[in-house]
């Protein structure tokens, strides 16, 4: 990853840290809750498409932009980039944020259950050695 790259994740990160409640996270637990994710999606650097995109560099990532997926309308009509305290309301209820969405996943209810998800996604998914298969 290029510094501008790395300076512009890092950048998103600290804005989005403030609009999420801190809480200790537990990337090790995260990575467990990623397996629900994988049958979907995939993390590692210039990793395949599945039934969902590809999910390396997706924080700081403009929405619907993942290379060579085929995103719906509904993912298409919005404009935001995805920081944590997106993340967090897309993993709380996707159909509710994004009304029309493919995405069959109902959302993780318990607030520690996704800090712990999206602290995962932001180690897994900014570095080259990604797996969520370990």
Same mark, same amino acid.
């Given at each position: 990853? &290029?510094? !501008?790259?790395?300076l512009?994740?890092?950048t998103a990160?600290?804005i989005?840290?403030?609009? =999420? #409640?801190?809480?200790?996270?537990?990337?090790?637990?995260?990575?467990?809750?990623?397996?629900?994710? !994988?049958?979907?999606?995939?993390?590692?650097?210039?990793g395949? &498409?599945? =039934?969902?995109? &590809?999910?390396?560099?997706i924080?700081?990532?403009?929405i619907a932009? !993942?290379e &060579?997926f085929?995103?719906s309308n509904?993912?298409?009509?919005?404009?935001?980039?995805w920081?944590?305290?997106k993340?967090?309301e897309?993993?709380?209820? #996707?159909?509710k944020?994004?009304?029309?969405?493919?995405?069959?996943? #109902?959302?993780l209810?318990?607030?520690?259950?996704?800090a712990?998800l999206?602290?995962?996604?932001?180690?897994?998914t900014?570095?080259?050695? !990604?797996?969520a298969?370990?």
């Amino acid at each position: 990853m &290029n510094l !501008a790259k790395s300076l512009a994740l890092s950048t998103a990160f600290a804005i989005g840290l403030g609009a =999420v #409640p801190a809480l200790a996270q537990d990337t090790a637990k995260g990575k467990r809750l990623f397996k629900r994710c !994988a049958a979907c999606h995939t993390l590692e650097e210039g990793g395949k &498409n599945k =039934v969902g995109p &590809n999910l390396f560099g997706i924080l700081g990532q403009q929405i619907a932009t !993942a290379e &060579n997926f085929r995103f719906s309308n509904a993912f298409k009509e919005l404009d935001f980039a995805w920081d944590e305290a997106k993340m967090d309301e897309f993993i709380l209820a #996707p159909k509710k944020m994004i009304p029309g969405t493919k995405m069959a996943f #109902p959302g993780l209810r318990k607030e520690q259950d996704r800090a712990d998800l999206i602290a995962y996604l932001m180690e897994a998914t900014t570095t080259s050695t !990604a797996d969520a298969t370990d």
